[in-house]
């Protein structure tokens, strides 16, 4: 007997429909996540600078970077002088 390699995950996804809420959130995701990666590539940046570039709410840039930092497309980098704030960068 040939088992079908797939054959579940093909079954599975013709019996469950993605919400369109789930995907709504998955595209505001990969917006944020590339205006982040985006505005890293200049340079090393803290959550605040982060937080005026983009415009976006403190507690929103803090949700997605540490998103971004656990899938390992962003790391810390230093402390500043005042041994306050973090800065991150894109992961090499």
Do not use: C, W
Not at 39 to 54: N, P
Request: cysteine-free; proline content about 1%.
């Amino acid at each position: 007997m040939e088992i079908e390699k797939g054959k579940t995950y093909k079954y599975l996804r013709e019996k469950r429909e993605v919400s369109q809420a789930a995907k709504d959130n998955l595209k505001q995701f990969i917006k944020i996540k590339k205006a982040i990666l985006d505005a890293l590539q200049e340079g090393d940046l803290t959550i605040e600078e982060l937080t005026k570039k983009l415009n976006m709410p403190k507690h929103e840039v803090v949700y997605y970077l540490m998103s971004l930092v656990k899938y390992s497309f962003v790391q810390t980098g230093a402390v500043d002088d005042m041994d306050a704030y973090f800065s991150y960068k894109l992961k090499k």
